[in-house]
């Protein structure tokens, strides 16, 4: 499902050469040390909302700069996730994709209240506080980097980052010099469409070292390659992305600077882009209706950085919304139920409005003792709603309204327009938050950190509903229910790190993560009324090596979590609904390399290793006999057990022209998509290469994606019938970029 709501009635009954990353004000640039391009030596990032370099954070943290995406040519989570050890995308329609990082999850979907990974752009929180809306899939064109940070956030970041959290980091106006970049790519899809994008970013200093603007504008469109033989649309899978943002800096004084974040992106995919099997080829689907589908993120942020002697005050304000809609035709899964009734169309409008306050304090870098204090507060209001309609539906009801226990002739006033059911679940979650870490530097080679979070959440949730639906389940023609919940606590970290020297570093971290529970507000017997908030810790030693005069970067890591009162999403009768399911233990074994033997050629490689799987039996008999008990040992949905990304670059320094080769390799086994293990996914290697080159500020590649052209699922759910994503099909195609 594209979309996750209380009544889902799903019823088992029925790259070329771009330009450097400009200098920032307020937060330091990602840039490498080194002559070679986008080597990760030191990309200085905000990953502990403190500007540091990445391989100085005791802790997992991939970080990418936006020099280093666009050589792999990524555009999107999908091109970038897929490479980063430790996390899967299961990736859907976009806006509905799930990130899993270290087996954190139990849906590959989307999870009735808070995912378990949160998404960030400047630190803002874009992951919902309770009812998932959707996941923000924000282009990555002139982005400074984005950072993956593996492993329980919950001290700095808050509730949304159980398992980890990727923080965007927005590329701010240069306050001297001009700049600008023009990027337009063509490509075309074996067994689809043929699409494109064009893309542009101007910075301009208003007032030379005080003033800066820096504008990005999108348009991408990615072909369609699935055919819906019901509909009759070929290639009908087609998505639309098209937005930007706009930044300005201010810095009046040398300790003073504001920034303002102005966003918003929009997507829309005119079919949902699963495939049926069994259909007469491998790239269609059957529906009575196009399965479109609309996400928009928009956010509006106001940051003051002020230097003082005692360190760097940081004030945010934020307002950040989201909006999603679509269509999901559920005639296969409920005609037979509702009496031959076709078509039954799904409609499913949701929003997310909210306003997060953030201030704190960082001391200065390299003391003795180190601090960083703050507090947060965040107030959001979401509202999901689903409203189902079944042709005929009315005129039945006239007929047959007598045998179902209805008065006859009563169609149009209880199911008007043909109405099944329209419902709404609107929450409002608030938060108030404090937070800190403080490191005692003991020497120029040992230092530990401890840290925590003191936080409160009250939940205010609700369940409006009418329509026959309600009436033959529930007794009543309309139904309101409503909820509200407390939770507070405390989640705590511990690090210590040893240097032995300025090539190598070894820490060992503990940190505690959590996730907020909800009601689940649905007037069925056996549905429990509400669920607990989840909770784990996560321990983890880790290793950084700098080798071969840094020619060679070695990354390992090895982590164990214990996951208690997981929070499950399961179905009763056609209405989702989440339920505390026991425990679940989850070891693993990260590694990664880059090496780089001459100038111009880099290797990079990683490998994960992961075993997650629930630690004691799952009984369902309680809410559902017919349910089998799912036992101990069984794997957490999207917990590949293996993911391997390779990728080789070389560049020629030549003078006047600097040709540049890409190849790149990724490799996910196989995992069940659900905890019942009635679908899976992975199990399929991706091979990618690019080729190309500048001259001056001129830029041409050409590319080919998945040049097996292999079918790899990246998402798989049995509603009925079965529905599998897949990877996008041989792509190939030019990109031309243009830097001023």
């Known amino acids: 499902m594209r979309y996750s709501t209380i009544y889902s009635l799903l019823l088992a009954t029925a790259a070329a050469a771009p330009v450097p990353a400009l200098a920032q004000a307020g937060a330091p640039p990602s840039e490498a040390r080194g002559d070679a391009v986008g080597f990760p030596d030191d990309i200085i990032v905000t990953a502990t909302k403190r500007a540091e370099p990445v ?135 074996r067994h689809g469409g043929n699409g494109g994008a064009a893309k542009m970013m101007f910075n301009a200093p208003v007032v030379s070292g005080k003033l800066g603007v820096r504008g990005v504008f999108v348009y991408r469109e990615d072909a369609g390659y699935i055919d819906n033989v019901g509909t009759g649309d070929d290639d009908a ?48 689907k059957s529906t009575a209706a196009p399965e479109y589908s609309t996400f928009s993120t928009l956010l509006h942020q106001l940051r003051l950085d002020q230097e003082l002697a005692i360190g760097t005050v940081t004030a945010t304000a934020t307002r950040h919304e989201k909006k999603t809609d679509g269509l999901i035709d559920l005639t296969g899964g409920l005609s037979d139920a509702l009496f031959g009734l076709a078509p039954i169309s799904s409609f499913g409008p949701g929003s997310s409005k909210g306003n997060t306050f953030e201030i704190r304090i960082a001391s200065p870098a390299g003391s003795t003792f180190e601090y960083l204090i703050g507090a947060m507060y965040d107030r959001t209001k979401m509202r999901q709603s689903q409203v189902i309609y079944a042709a005929g539906l009315a005129d039945f009801v006239d007929v047959a309204g007598p045998l179902l226990g209805l008065p006859a002739d009563s169609g149009q006033l209880l199911a008007p327009n043909d109405l099944l059911v329209d419902a709404s679940l609107p929450v409002t979650a608030k938060e108030i938050a404090l937070f800190g870490e403080l490191t005692y530097n003991f020497s120029d080679q040992f230092e530990a950190t401890v840290g925590g979070r003191l936080f409160e959440q009250r939940l205010v949730n609700g369940s409006d509903a009418f329509g026959l639906f309600v009436l033959l389940n529930a007794g009543q023609y309309e139904q309101s229910i409503s909820g509200s919940r407390k939770w507070s606590g405390f989640s705590p970290k511990a690090s210590i790190t040893w240097k032995p020297n300025e090539d190598l570093m070894v820490y060992a971290l503990a940190s505690k993560g959590f996730r907020f529970g909800g009601s689940n507000l649905a007037a069925l017997t056996g549905i429990p009324s509400s669920y607990d908030s989840d909770s784990l810790w996560n321990f983890e030693v880790g290793t950084r090596a700098d080798l071969w005069d840094r020619k060679l970067l070695l990354d390992v890591t090895g982590f164990y979590i214990d996951w208690s009162d997981i929070q499950l999403k399961r179905q009763l009768s056609g209405i989702n609904f989440a339920q505390n399911a026991g425990k679940a233990e989850l070891y693993g074994i990260e590694a990664s390399l880059a090496l780089r033997p001459a100038d111009g050629l880099e290797i990079n490689s990683s490998l994960t290793w992961l075993d997650a799987t629930l630690s004691e039996d799952f009984d369902p008999d309680e809410i559902d006999p017919a349910n089998p008990v799912i036992p101990a040992g069984t794997r957490l949905p999207g917990s590949s057990k293996w993911q391997i990304s390779n990728s080789f670059s070389y560049e020629l320094p030549w003078a006047d022209v600097t040709p540049r080769l890409v190849l790149s390799h990724r490799y996910i086994s196989r995992a069940p998509s659900d905890l019942e293990a009635q679908s899976s996914q992975g199990g399929y290697h991706l091979f990618d290469a690019r080729i190309g080159g500048k001259i001056g500020p001129i830029g041409l590649t050409f590319f080919v994606e998945n040049i097996t052209d292999r079918r790899g699922v990246t998402n798989s759910s049995l509603v009925p019938p079965l529905q599998e994503y897949l990877v996008r099909p041989r792509t190939a195609g030019v990109t031309l970029d243009v830097g001023f």
Not at 64 to 76: N, R, V
Not at 176 to 181: I, K, L, T, W
Not at 249 to 256: L, Q, R, S, V
């Open 55 to 189: 391989r100085e954070i005791a802790g997992s943290v991939t970080a990418q700069t936006g020099e280093e995406l666009d050589k792999i040519g990524a555009q999107g989570l999908s091109d970038y996730l897929t490479r980063t050890p430790g996390v899967v995308f299961n990736a859907t329609t976009p806006g509905t994709g799930s990130v899993i990082i270290r087996g954190v999850g139990t849906t590959t979907g989307q999870d009735i209240g808070q995912a378990t990974t949160g998404i960030f752009i400047n630190e803002v929180p874009l992951t919902d506080p309770s009812l998932s809306i959707g996941t923000p899939d924000i282009d990555t064109f002139d982005v400074d980097n984005i950072a993956i940070l593996r492993g329980p956030q919950g001290t700095l970041f808050g509730s949304s980052s159980l398992g980890g959290a990727i923080n965007y980091q927005a590329a701010r106006p240069d306050l001297v010099d001009f700049g600008a970049r023009l990027q337009g790519t063509l490509r075309g899809t």
């Open 237 to 284: 899978n087609r998505t639309v992305t098209k937005g930007g943002r706009i930044l300005a800096t201010w810095a009046p004084t040398d300790t003073t600077t504001f920034n303002y974040l102005y966003l918003e992106q929009r997507q829309r995919t005119d079919d949902s882009g699963y495939r049926q099997p069994g259909l007469g080829g491998d790239l269609r």
